[in-house]
């Protein structure tokens, strides 16, 4: 089943790849919390509805350095830390923008602006505590997210050992197009994974050469607690702009287009606008961080 959130907030479930059926419940952070709704009753045609980000969490963890391909790249460029499995901080869940949203391009703060696709979780089950086997009675779905980051501010925060703001500033979390439930995907480590920008291809693998398995990464961060409808990411694959001998020819720009896509859920389509753009006004005077 696929489960998306459309227009002004309505939650509903897509039938036969044309029509959304409207679910009865206020959103999906709410869906999962109450483990399912009834339907109202009316549908739409898809093609006529304004898909929007399909849930925004109360909690988002945020997994780097679960594929190995992505740390051998990194030693392209001397990257200051090894990217290592088991990072985790808190993705902000204010910088959450939907299908067709525009990533806004903070000219005034990064010129170094990337992309990471990533498969990500919803949890559908809240818990703690438990183990990689009891893991999958809380995984509910799937969705795809983009995870955009500064490498600029990236590297200087990362000075600390801790990085965080370069990928939260506000729209830097592309979340869609829809959330696939865990029964339509059957082996969610045998997915292709692909990120194309304005057409070209930027990222190819196959989720099968994560680090550690999906169960393995929700159990691991269950100490820390799950509600109904969080988010878990797990890491992005080879091929990022950042780690590539001529990053600065690819790093995006506004104008560009970027297209995620995972196999057995869909496409994640999202523009890159300017400042000015996006605000009407140039960008505020250059931050030097």
Not at 3 to 16: E, K, N, P, S, Y
Not at 163 to 172: D, L, R, W
């Amino acid at each position: 089943m696929k489960l998306v959130t459309f227009d002004d907030g309505r939650v509903g479930r897509v039938q036969d790849g044309q029509t959304v059926e409207e679910l009865d419940v206020p959103d999906m952070l709410a869906y999962f919390q109450r483990g399912g709704a009834t339907p109202t009753g009316r549908t739409v045609p898809l093609a006529d509805v304004a898909l929007r980000a399909p849930i925004v969490p109360r909690k988002f963890f945020h997994t780097a350095g679960n594929y190995r391909e992505h740390d051998e790249e990194s030693k392209q460029v001397n990257w200051s830390h090894p990217v290592d499995p088991w990072i985790v901080f808190f993705q902000n869940v204010d910088a959450i923008v939907g299908p067709d949203e525009p990533v806004v391009y903070p000219e005034h703060l990064t010129e170094e602006l990337d992309y990471e696709l990533e498969l990500a979780v919803v949890i559908g089950k809240p818990g703690s505590f438990f183990s990689p086997e009891q893991a999958v009675e809380h995984i509910a779905g799937y969705v795809i997210f983009n995870d955009i980051t500064a490498r600029d501010i990236q590297r200087r925060e990362m000075k600390s050992g801790v990085f965080s703001f370069c990928k939260a500033i506000e729209t830097f979390c592309p979340l869609g197009p829809w959330i696939v439930t865990a029964d339509e995907i059957p082996d969610p480590h045998n997915l292709e994974m692909t990120l194309r920008v304005n057409g070209k291809e930027r990222q190819r693998s196959n989720s099968s050469h994560m680090s550690v398995t999906i169960p393995e990464i929700v159990s691991h961060y269950s100490p820390m607690g799950y509600s109904a409808g969080d988010i878990v990411s797990t890491g992005t694959v080879s091929g990022v702009a950042g780690f590539s001998l001529d990053a600065a020819s690819l790093y995006l720009r506004p104008g560009d287009v970027v297209e995620a896509e995972i196999e057995g859920i869909g496409v994640l389509r999202t523009p890159i606008v300017s400042w000015k753009d996006a605000h009407g006004v140039e960008a505020p005077p250059r931050v030097r961080w």
